[in-house]
């Protein structure tokens, strides 16, 4: 019932308009801009997440330290938190002396940069959980062989055991691409919602429903949909249970 459920709003949602004004509202210029926004920001924020979640995931899957739990608990803050109170911390995280400092050589707030950081912060969370459990589900056995025939910690790890965990690197980076993707409160709270400039896929859709353009709305999140279901499928292709 509950997938009927689902398929229903999907279903009513895909039928409220026609193809020829989906067609006409993917075509404005302002959402073509945030459609391509969204896929180069999500594609970056992937990228950092996986480079964090890969030593992350490992750290925790094998090391034994104490403050282990602790360190996991904080790493799921983001997971937990409501998005629009990640984004106000990053709002007043920015206002601080280090923040300002960093603005002065990089800024965040309400530019493209920060929309990347504000999409890692809540991404890099799921990419770390999903590689923690690939890491969980790897034996160290190869591992401890090839040191013990020669090879550094390091470079078993390079030439074994990442190797073996290039699945769960794809879904980590999947998972982290795909809640990029629908971000929303965070970037509106810290990036802004600025048209031609920060807006991005979720904002398009909020802007749209604020001037009464449903039909630009229902275009966008359809897009979103599909993009979202196709990242799911080619997950579940590989065979990895996010």
Known sequence: MYLLF??????ATASYTTPGKLIEALGKREIQHSIGLS???CTVTALLSLLLA?????LLARARFTGKHWLEAALDIPIVLPPMVMGLCLLILFQTRFGQFIERIVPFTYTVFGVVLAQF????AFAVRTM?????HLLSRPEDVAMTLGCTRAQAVWRVTLPAARRGMFAAASV????????FGPILVFAGATR???EVLPTTVWLELS???LEAAVAVSLLMVLCAMAVLAAVKWLGEEV
Request: hydrophobic share 50%.
């Open 176 to 183: 982290a691409w795909a809640r990029s993707l629908g971000e």
């Open 39 to 41: 896929l180069l920001t």
């Open 196 to 198: 031609m400039k920060t």
């Open 121 to 124: 912060t809540i991404g890099a």
């Open 211 to 213: 001037v009464g353009n």
């Open 54 to 58: 890969v030593p992350v995931g490992y």
């Open 6 to 11: 689902l398929l229903a709003m999907l279903t």
């Open 132 to 136: 923690r459990h690939t890491f969980d």
